[in-house]
């Protein structure tokens, strides 16, 4: 069974760099058909899709994050990896990771990331 963890600093101030982990146990990232998403909840609203990874490498950004967001993965280690530059207080959301695959969608826990001075 698959098992995906999200980790991550909790508390980033305005204007700078977000990184979070995902640490994957259970499958493998370069395995076909599946899709390494990050996926946020703001506060009091719904989620919000903010790209993937694919198990070819390929990635695929929500056009309103693109310029500020990257998706990395390292197979080896079974690890993706959100980068998003340049936060803000509207950042703030629970991140989590997620797996498509045929089987449907796995999730992670989520992990808390507030933006804030």
């Known amino acids: 069974q698959v098992h995906l963890q999200e980790s991550g600093p909790g508390l980033v101030e305005p204007s700078h760099t977000l990184s979070l982990t995902c640490t994957v146990s259970?499958?493998?990232?370069?395995?076909?058909?599946?899709?390494w998403n990050w996926i946020r909840q703001p506060p009091g609203k719904g989620l919000e899709w903010i790209g993937y990874?694919?198990?070819?490498?390929?990635?695929y950004y929500s056009p309103s994050l693109k310029s500020r967001t990257s998706i990395s993965r390292n197979t080896a280690n079974i690890t993706v990896w959100l980068q998003m530059v340049s936060l803000k207080p509207e950042d703030t959301a629970v991140y989590y990771c997620?797996?498509?695959?045929?089987?449907?969608?796995?999730w992670g826990q989520g992990t808390q990331v507030t933006v804030s001075s």
């Open positions: 990874i694919a198990y070819d490498g390929d990635t």
């Open positions: 997620t797996l498509d695959r045929m089987e449907g969608r796995s």
């Open positions: 259970g499958d493998s990232i370069s395995t076909e058909y599946r899709f």
